[in-house]
């Protein structure tokens, strides 16, 4: 049976991950189909190593955000889905949490970052001659 997917931006659809690289994983869809979710579109907090969120085979759901018919590519996210379809979606830190922090005085270290980052880029330029 050969039809073409009427995939459209929005929709939501189910891919199955089929390569994961250091800036986002590969997917592919019905029809042919194959698709980038990049490491931004994982989820609102940062996201170090893809390879802690997924699996090669795993199936997961996104959100369409460009298509490409002629090239039969999409671009995805799953930050964007909804929240309830969302595994990922950003945990906010307790008031409680937020309210020590805002205690925490970082002006000591706002002071003393320069020097050390300075002297740590140093320590590396000795190391690499």
Request: glycine fraction near 6%; aromatic fraction near 10%; avoid cysteine.
């Amino acid at each position: 049976m050969n039809f073409d997917l009427n995939f459209k931006e929005d929709d939501i659809v189910e891919g199955i991950i089929t390569k994961i690289t250091k800036y986002g994983a590969f997917l592919s869809f019905e029809g042919g189909y194959i698709g980038l979710l990049h490491i931004s579109m994982i989820s609102t907090n940062f996201v170090n190593n893809i390879g802690s969120y997924f699996r090669v085979g795993d199936k997961v759901q996104v959100l369409i955000k460009k298509v490409d018919k002629s090239n039969k590519f999409l671009t995805v996210s799953i930050k964007d889905l909804p929240d309830d379809l969302n595994p990922y979606k950003e945990i906010l830190p307790s008031k409680k949490l937020t309210s020590y922090l805002k205690e925490i005085d970082f002006s000591k270290l706002e002071k003393t970052l320069p020097q050390m980052i300075k002297k740590e880029l140093e320590r590396e330029e000795k190391l690499n001659d």
